[in-house]
């Protein structure tokens, strides 16, 4: 059974940093690519920054000098740290694994940005 299980959310000011964690199992992680997708109240999904399984990085420019994706294939495990946080961040980040046609996909965790 594939599980994605998301950690690290929760409510921040603006400035501040927070950083996420996907832990998988049940997959080969290392040759997944993985990602990080969000999902604002009323917006569809979108793609926040992911990383190939061989360590290439992509992020959308919302975020470009601000989030750092990053894995760890001896603990399963995909990471993004968040800095310079915005209120416009505010959304259920989601993890995702992706090969070929197989996609999982995390239950999401919420960041909230606000003062």
């Known amino acids: 059974q594939v599980q994605l299980v998301e950690s690290g959310g929760g409510l921040v000011q603006p400035g501040g940093s927070l950083r996420l964690s996907c832990a998988a199992s049940g997959i080969f992680f290392s040759i997944y690519d993985m990602g990080w997708y969000r999902q604002a109240p009323g917006k569809q999904r979108e793609l926040v920054a992911s990383?190939?399984?061989?360590?290439?990085?992509n992020y959308a420019d919302s975020v470009k000098g601000r989030f750092t994706i990053s894995r760890d294939n001896a603990k399963n495990t995909v990471y993004l740290q968040m800095n310079s946080l915005k209120p416009e961040d505010t959304a259920v980040y989601y993890c995702?694994?992706?090969?070929?046609?197989?996609?999982?996909w995390g239950q999401g965790t919420q960041v909230s940005v606000s003062s």
């Open positions: 995702n694994a992706a090969r070929t046609v197989r996609v999982y």
């Open positions: 990383i190939s399984s061989d360590g290439n990085t």
